[in-house]
């Protein structure tokens, strides 16, 4: 592939990412790292820190800091670890449960809500496409 089509590949993925992330936060309330962050929790239960920074591809500070802003709003709790006390486990809330069901509800469709146009076998071959660049 020539520079220039990567070049105008990657500026439409940043675009389309900007554009996508601000529309989801506005219509969901929720960041996308920490709707992640929380389905995570929520799927696999408690987990180390370390493994959502591994998961969610981000550095620690950055796990860190969306952590510290879903405790302060009460959908997170952390605990160190009594054996290793560089270790902190991270669970999710009831009331970040209720949120997300209650976030699910009113937005089933993102096609409606995040005006999102593609079909499903699209959105299939976008999510394979962007994990094999992610590899």
Known sequence: M????????????????QEMTSSFEKVTGFSITR??????????GRCSQTQLQT??????????????????????????????????FVEITDK???DL???????????QSLNITLTEAEED???QLLTKLTK
């Open 96 to 98: 970040a449960k209720e």
């Open 55 to 88: 998961e969610l591809k981000i550095d620690s500070a950055a796990v860190t800091r969306h952590l510290k802003i879903l405790e302060e709003k009460n959908y997170v709790t952390r605990e160190r670890n009594k054996d290793n006390n560089r270790e902190v």
């Open 101 to 111: 069901a209650h976030c699910e509800k009113e937005h089933p469709s993102a096609e």
């Open 2 to 17: 020539k520079l220039r089509n990567v070049s105008k590949l990657l500026y439409q993925l940043k675009i389309a990412n």
């Open 35 to 44: 709707y992640e962050l929380m389905m995570i929790l929520k799927t696999k």
């Open 125 to 127: 071959y976008l999510l």
